[in-house]
């Protein structure tokens, strides 16, 4: 325990020497910042395919004092394929935008890390059997998606690491004639969001 509380407040110090504050006691209640470049997967349980992720960055801020976090995660559209009915080939172009900060903690003792993130998806491109299928400029989720994630064994605040966790997607509005088909094939529950963060950026 206290050798990961001595190595997040290494950290602590050289983030606070990135930003030129002065690492004294008083100055260790600082936030500190870091920037990791992610990629990852999001299986999509109800339709059992996966949607590559990336690469992307994530910019969280940790308060000292309390192991407060806050993030913002900046990721590039993302391209699906699947079979609807095991048979006509769909493939889906969907943006991940934030709906509001991700919010989480730290924990000063071992570097784990949790958040929740709220997360609109956005199809903005569907083909079904090759052909073009016109979904307008608002086909997206009726709420943001809210999703846990947890760090995973090996994690770490400064090397990075893998950070996942279970979501469920939900309906779509706002896809012209295609919002009937998009909802029998993309939401539901059990999805799962796996993301690889690399080493940190600090300052």
Same mark, same amino acid.
């Given at each position: 325990?206290?050798?990961?509380?001595?190595?997040?407040?290494?950290?602590?110090?050289?983030?606070?020497?990135?930003?030129?504050?002065?690492?004294?006691p008083?100055?260790?209640?600082?936030?500190?910042?870091?920037?990791?470049? &992610?990629?990852?997967?999001?299986?999509?349980?109800?339709?059992d395919?996966?949607?590559?992720?990336?690469?992307?960055?994530?910019?969280?801020?940790?308060?000292?004092?309390s192991?407060?976090? !806050?993030?913002?995660?900046?990721?590039?559209?993302?391209?699906?394929?699947f079979?609807?009915?095991?048979?006509?080939?769909?493939?889906?172009?969907?943006?991940?935008?934030?709906?509001?900060?991700?919010?989480?903690?730290?924990?000063?003792?071992?570097?784990?890390m949790?958040?929740?993130?709220?997360?609109?998806?956005?199809?903005?491109?569907?083909?079904?059997?090759?052909?073009?299928? $016109?979904?307008?400029?608002?086909?997206? !989720?009726?709420?943001?998606?809210?999703?846990?994630?947890?760090?995973?064994?090996?994690?770490?605040?400064?090397?990075?690491?893998?950070?996942?966790? !279970?979501? !469920?997607?939900?309906?779509?509005?706002?896809?012209?004639?295609?919002?009937?088909? &998009?909802?029998?094939?993309?939401?539901g $529950?059990?999805?799962?969001?796996?993301?690889t963060?690399? $080493?940190?950026?600090?300052?």
């Open positions: 325990m206290r050798v990961r509380k001595a190595s997040v407040l290494l950290v602590a110090a050289m983030a606070a020497s990135a930003v030129g504050v002065s690492a004294s008083a100055a260790a209640a600082a936030d500190i910042n870091a920037t990791y470049p &992610i990629n990852g997967v999001s299986h999509i349980n109800s339709n395919s996966d949607l590559p992720l990336g690469p992307g960055s994530l910019h969280a801020t940790v308060d000292l004092d192991g407060a976090l !806050t993030a913002g995660v900046s990721l590039p559209p993302a391209t699906g394929n079979k609807e009915l095991g048979i006509i080939p769909v493939s889906a172009t969907v943006e991940l935008t934030e709906a509001e900060p991700t919010t989480g903690s730290l924990n000063l003792d071992t570097g784990a949790q958040s929740t993130s709220h997360i609109t998806l956005r199809v903005t491109r569907l083909t079904i059997a090759g052909l073009p299928a $016109p979904v307008g400029s608002r086909c997206r !989720t009726v709420r943001p998606a809210e999703i846990p994630l947890a760090s995973q064994s090996g994690f770490s605040v400064l090397r990075g690491g893998v950070v996942s966790g !279970t979501y !469920t997607i939900p309906p779509f509005e706002h896809c012209l004639l295609n919002t009937g088909l &998009i909802n029998l094939t993309i939401p $529950p059990g999805n799962t969001l796996t993301l963060l690399g $080493p940190a950026v600090l300052g």
